[in-house]
């Protein structure tokens, strides 16, 4: 008997260092069909073999497995460890599911156990990828009030919280408070703060020489530069890194090609993707981001003619663009109402066996709607449709502003109860607009009751007060100017122009007197005429 019973323990350490194995593969699949066979070789799964395989998950960031495996485990009632935790607590954290890492954490305690310094980082972790920077400060906070010291790794995850969250105040307060704790300040702490400071290019500047000077905090300051707009200063930061014996990466490069893109210096970015691409300097090489950041430039400045000649340039010496450089390329044709050059640049993307997305075709669809172009639109949507992509609203939106500049209301009505989901402001009130100028009001009001109204919004509201006063539905639409908490220039033109038709005097001076001095004396010099004409 004794004998046996050592025999399935020897069986089951075996079965669990299988388990292992799995777990430093990230093969999680493996790891439970592991767990799955003890029982046929009737060994009973430990604590050991659960923490393994929630590891698993853990590591191929499969985290409902893992707290799947952790119910299992607890409900056979093995006393889950603090490494059982931490595995579980990781791998929400690399999922990014902050909440069940606080969940999880709370758990611990109930379970007697202690919350270490190992559970305590995974959890801020946690917060940290998920931009939840007061969670990661108060599980600090509580942390030293249990007399748990934190660490650097606490603290710089604290400060990614903050950098996700633009709280570039709250960073630098952790920052300062390092050396109270006793704490010295590495790169990753230096490069994380520096990176929450966004427009705050002066501060970023002046952390990056206080720290310690890295391509990493280069990179991370010249992107600073970027978000302000400061691609000159952008461009001598990198010249000045050889003094620091820091050499530029390509993402310093692309970093400084986006500083340009966001002051629309289109030329500089041109000229320094160019040079990368003529002369690659200490084996650089510029990548399709790089391309994709020049393109942008152009793009944004309406350029598009010497965004397509970079590109051609850029194929010309073997790279290959993606479909965000197409897609780039795409939308600025839209913004330029170039629907042929659009169409064209789509089927290219056919022709490079690139596979369109829903943000390509939703710029060509608009590019078609700028010029009335809605068979095109249509024939777009439903190629967007046939290669099983889900059109997003803006697709529609465009598709149903092109029927409604063509007045082909009964097409828009249908595509837009076709659409699963609900339609935003501005594709309802392209729909009611289009309703409008058909006379359709009904159509237009059962619009707003189907999808509308909940939402109040003014912009769809003028759309159906418009349809009610062309058909001089005065009553209906002045029925809906009530259900409003409150009104713009257009509802209350749209009102006093409501009761000129019910000779509602009294009623247009009260929505008079809500305009401006100007537009109210032009308006009721207008309305006191009609008045004595009517009198």
């Not at 010309?316 to 390329?329: E, I, N």
């Not at 089927?347 to 075709?361: F, I, K, Q, W």
């Not at 594709?427 to 939402?455: H, N």
Request: charge should be neutral; aromatic fraction near 6%.
């Amino acid at each position: 008997m004794h004998q046996r019973c050592c025999q399935g323990q020897q069986a089951l350490i075996t079965w669990n260092k299988a388990i292992s194995a799995c777990k430093r593969q990230a093969d999680w699949q493996g790891a439970l069909l592991l767990l799955c066979g003890l029982g046929f070789q009737k060994l009973q799964a430990d604590i050991i073999s659960y923490t393994a395989a929630i590891g698993a998950c853990e590591r191929s960031q499969r985290w409902q497995q893992a707290l799947q495996l952790l119910h299992e485990a607890l409900a056979r009632a093995l006393q889950a460890n603090e490494l059982t935790f931490t595995a579980a607590i990781s791998a929400c954290e690399k999922s990014g599911s902050w909440q069940k890492a606080l969940v999880l954490l709370d758990q611990v305690s109930l379970q007697g156990l202690q919350r270490d310094l190992v559970l305590l980082n995974a959890s801020i972790s946690a917060c940290a990828k998920a931009g939840m920077w007061l969670s990661a400060l108060e599980l600090v906070l509580d942390a030293e009030h249990q007399l748990v010291q934190t660490d650097l790794i606490s603290q710089n995850a604290c400060i990614s919280a903050c950098a996700k969250a633009a709280e570039w105040r709250s960073a630098l307060q952790v920052l300062a408070d390092l050396e109270v704790r006793g704490l010295l300040p590495d790169v990753i702490t230096y490069s994380t703060a520096i990176s929450s400071m966004e427009s705050e290019w002066q501060l970023a500047l002046h952390l990056l020489k206080s720290g310690q000077a890295n391509v990493i905090t280069y990179n991370s300051t010249i992107t600073s530069f970027g978000v302000s707009s400061q691609w000159c200063r952008a461009f001598e930061l990198m010249a000045e890194m050889a003094s620091d014996n820091v050499w530029a990466t390509i993402v310093t490069h692309n970093a400084a090609i986006a500083a340009c893109e966001r002051a629309s210096e289109w030329q500089q970015a041109f000229e320094a993707f160019l040079r990368l691409l003529d002369g690659p300097a200490k084996g650089l090489v510029p990548d399709v981001v790089t391309l994709n950041a020049a393109l942008s430039a152009a793009s944004h400045s309406s350029e598009w003619q010497q965004a397509i000649r970079l590109l051609n340039a850029a194929v010309a010496q073997k790279m290959r663009p993606d479909v965000v450089s197409f897609g780039t390329l795409i939308t600025g044709c839209e913004r330029a109402a170039l629907w042929q050059q659009a169409l064209q640049l789509l089927g290219e993307l056919d022709r490079r066996s690139l596979e369109a997305n829903v943000v390509t075709y939703s710029a060509a669809i608009s590019a078609c709607e700028k010029v009335s172009r809605w068979p095109s639109a249509l024939q777009l949507l439903a190629e967007l449709k046939r290669s099983q992509l889900q059109p997003n609203v803006v697709a529609l939106s465009a598709v149903v502003s092109a029927l409604e500049r063509a007045a082909r209301w009964q097409l828009a009505l249908r595509l837009l109860t076709d659409f699963p989901a609900a339609p935003n402001a501005v594709t309802l009130s392209a729909a009611c607009s289009a309703c409008e100028r058909a006379s359709a009001w009904d159509m237009a009001l059962s619009l707003l009751t189907l999808f509308g109204r909940d939402g109040r919004d003014k912009l769809v509201y003028s759309s159906v007060v418009g349809a009610c006063v062309k058909v001089a539905e005065w009553e209906q639409a002045l029925c809906l100017m009530r259900e409003l908490p409150e009104t713009d220039i257009i509802l209350l033109s749209l009102g006093i122009a409501a009761c000129y038709q019910g000779s509602l005097w009294c009623q247009a001076l009260v929505l008079l007197s809500q305009l401006g001095p100007l537009t109210c004396r032009t308006m009721a010099s207008a309305w006191v005429e009609k008045a004595t004409a009517t009198s």
